[in-house]
């Protein structure tokens, strides 16, 4: 439920409340005036016939017209009241009432059973007839219940009508000024949906009310800050990664020039040795056979770590055929177990540094992953080039159902998004349809033309 729909549903609860409660008071005060007007009317009455006792006292009127109604009858038009007198003797009863008996289909049985309920109905009120210190009777004085209960079904269906339409103005009202007020709201929402996404260029705009001005002001600070922070982030990734390659650089320049150089060296004089051994020492060729052997083994290792280092057919060559190498190796390696491929679409020529060493290290840790972790026989590798974005995406059939590791990467993977993040890009994985890993990497190189390593 979204906040307008749940402020509307607020209003109308409060209005119903509202409107109940007023019903209440309403049905409460037509009760207590029709006991009213019926107090009143007995006290009338009561004065009526006793100065009509003063008037037969005084032979002004005759005995036996009392009581009589006409004057009340005359004087009091209101309908619904019934009048009853009886003489002391209980011998003499007279009854009136005034005004038309209206039938009960005027409310709703629900209605009648709850003010019946609630309010007492039915009620009498009496006062004796006393003249002289003498007693000659009683008036009784009865509202007629189907006329109490037309009365105040008619006095809530008034204000049922004048509610509702009140209810409806206000709501519409409110609701169009919520709707005014909450518009900010999903502006603020679109531009964080933004942000997460990765957009911190994104900025609010000035609202007119303070309280949005100044969630606006803050999130269009944090923004900025994270944008900020974001920049430097890449900016310090980029230098690391530059600092990474120099220092292969330099370690990959030593082991050949300073260590290749000693081995050689030292195959050289095994070559010696053995050639002297055969003519002198003949037990000692075998001796200086292992050492070219163990000789060879430590250049073909030191070899080994100079292509991870620092790859000469990447300075030589390109990229292209740098990973057209890579592949080839390690089909060899794998022996037929797992079987790699490469394709290459668009002009790889055209990237400049750091482009190429961070494509080759991504793929390199990619290759690496499947060769460890994954229980494929097939691993494609993908390298795109298109208006000036790179798209990388290495694929295997392994049998992962999903990612577990989506929140608890490896360093492998870990390194491979900090790279693509120092270059602008990202890195996204997902389950391929033959349930292995698809590891795609995006990096725009635009801005990076002319990069040094």
Known sequence: MNLKTHLLLQIILVAMTCLIATATYVLYHANQQIKLESRMTAESLSKQLESQLLRIDANIAQANHFPDFDLWKQTHMQAGICIRYISIDKENTYGLCQGENLSRSRCPKLFEKIYRRVFNTGFEVSRPISFNGREYGSITVTPNVEMELAKAWD?????????????VAVCLLVSITIYRAL???????????????????????????????????????????????????????????????????????????????????INAFAAAIAQTAKLDCPQLV????????????????????????????????????????????????????????????????SLKEPLPITLFRIVQEGLTNIAKHSTATDASVTLEVVKHIVVLTIADNGNLVNLPFAENQGIGLLG???????????????????????????????????AQI
């Open 155 to 167: 006095k809530v269906v008034g204000l049922l009508g004048l509610s509702a339409s009140t209810v």
């Open 416 to 450: 491979i998004r900090e790279r693509a993040s120092g270059l602008g890009g990202h890195l996204k994985l997902e389950v391929g349809q033959s349930g292995g890993l698809i590891v795609r990497v995006e990096l725009p190189f635009q801005g990076y033309s002319g």
């Open 286 to 349: 075998q001796e200086a056979e292992s050492i070219s052997r163990i000789n060879q083994h430590i250049m073909d290792t030191v070899r080994s770590m100079l292509v991870r280092l620092r790859p000469t057919e990447l300075d030589e060559l390109g990229l292209e055929s740098c990973l057209k190498a890579m592949i080839m190796k390690w089909n060899r390696q794998s022996s037929g177990k797992i079987h790699y491929q490469l394709n290459i679409n668009g002009n790889c020529q």
């Open 183 to 265: 518009r900010p709201a999903e502006v603020i929402v679109s531009g964080l949906e933004n942000m997460q996404n990765g957009d911190l260029t994104i900025r609010l705009p000035t609202f007119k009310l303070i309280e949005w001005q100044r969630i606006g002001a803050a999130i269009n600070e944090f923004s900025a800050t994270q944008n900020q922070l974001l920049a430097e982030r890449k900016k310090l990734v980029l230098k690391l990664m530059t600092l990474q390659e120099e220092e292969r650089c330099y370690l990959a320049r030593e082991l050949h020039d300073e260590l290749g150089q000693c081995l050689a060296a």
